[in-house]
């Protein structure tokens, strides 16, 4: 498994964000690789989380045949024998690429993420308790935490490489990026997005609130980039047992968080940086937890041999 560390690849290594290392193959392609990296609180752990890299891979692919095959993504290929057939200096690294690696079209990035919120939880159920608003923006009263939105809302933030995004309103992302790119991004996030908790719903998983990412290809079309309702960018619930008027049961690193919470209540624990040493039954815990996700949503087991 990949913990902290960028690969070295005969690739021009182009960035590191909170999971993935990215490079660079030619100047219409990337290698997205997602690695083992846990974060919490903003702050990411020393340990690794075996299976985590290849459930956020698998899971996007798995999603993307599913549901977007009449949307434009950037998703060339997430086998790593097509990777490797399609740039041949990857065999020596076809194991440690195995599962977690994605070969993608490259495209020029929005400065927006995309969230729609299905369910009112985590920044925004803080905000609206203190000022019944989100973004600012007034909410209808007497909503509960957990209460479904309906419809969704469509609730975009600012990008941030560390730390947390900030909630904007639709106006705002209007002047960021433009008032036409703004309502189609829009239009494409709410599409997956109903999507997506169709299928969710029918496999016993709410999908609480969810983030998008777009680009623009060299084309000049919109293309859904990134990771796509994973554990990571999404909130699953499990069906049964949801009850507004409380925080959910997710299916997510809610192991890890617990215990970090243990920690920080007992004084151990500051909330920054350098984070505690996990012990080995939490990181095995948060494992199991991202491996049932990818079960329950794909109705399949992550069968790759060569991670194990």
């Known amino acids: 498994m990949i913990a902290t560390d960028a690969l070295s690849l005969p690739l021009a290594h182009l960035r590191r964000g909170k999971v993935r290392e990215v490079y660079v193959v030619d100047e219409e392609r990337l290698l997205l690789v997602a690695t083992d990296r846990v974060s919490a609180f903003d702050v990411v752990m020393r340990e690794a989380v075996?299976?985590?890299?290849?459930?956020?891979?698998?899971?996007?692919?798995?999603?993307?045949r599913e549901i977007a095959t009449d949307l434009s993504h950037h998703l060339l290929s997430a086998s790593v024998d097509e990777i490797v057939r399609e740039v041949p200096a990857l065999e020596p690294h076809r194991h440690a690429l195995a599962g977690r690696a994605m070969l993608c079209r490259r495209t020029e990035v929005f400065p927006v993420e995309c969230v729609v919120r299905g369910y009112i939880t985590g920044s925004a159920w803080k905000e609206y308790r203190a000022h019944g608003t989100l973004a600012g923006e007034r909410l209808p009263d007497g909503l509960r935490e957990s209460d479904?939105?309906?419809?969704?809302?469509?609730s975009p933030a600012t990008k941030a490489e560390t730390g947390h995004d900030e909630n904007i309103t639709v106006a705002d992302a209007a002047r960021a990026i433009g008032a036409g790119n703004a309502?189609?991004?829009?239009?494409?996030?709410r599409l997956v997005y109903e999507r997506g908790r169709k299928v969710a719903a029918a496999r016993g998983i709410?999908?609480?609130?969810?983030?998008?990412?777009?680009?623009?290809?060299?084309?000049?079309?919109?293309?859904?980039?990134?990771?796509?309702?994973?554990?990571?960018?999404?909130r699953f619930w499990p069906l049964d047992g949801y009850q507004p008027?409380?925080?959910?049961?997710?299916?997510?690193?809610?192991?890890?968080?617990?215990?970090?919470?243990?920690?920080?209540?007992?004084?151990?624990?500051?909330?920054?940086?350098?984070?505690?040493?996990?012990?080995?039954?939490?990181?095995?815990?948060?494992?199991?937890?991202?491996?049932?996700?990818?079960?329950?949503?794909?109705?399949?087991?992550?069968?790759?041999?060569?991670?194990?």
């Open 50 to 64: 075996p299976f985590k890299g290849a459930v956020l891979t698998q899971m996007t692919a798995w999603w993307l």
């Open 206 to 234: 709410l999908i609480a609130d969810t983030k998008f990412e777009f680009g623009r290809a060299a084309d000049g079309s919109i293309v859904l980039i990134d990771e796509v309702l994973t554990p990571d960018s999404s």
């Open 245 to 308: 008027g409380r925080s959910q049961p997710s299916y997510d690193k809610q192991p890890l968080r617990d215990w970090l919470d243990g920690e920080r209540r007992a004084g151990r624990w500051n909330g920054e940086a350098p984070p505690p040493t996990l012990p080995a039954a939490v990181v095995q815990a948060t494992s199991d937890r991202y491996l049932d996700a990818f079960r329950r949503i794909t109705g399949t087991d992550l069968d790759l041999p060569e991670l194990t």
């Open 183 to 189: 309502s189609e991004l829009e239009r494409i996030a």
């Open 148 to 154: 479904r939105l309906e419809p969704a809302i469509f």
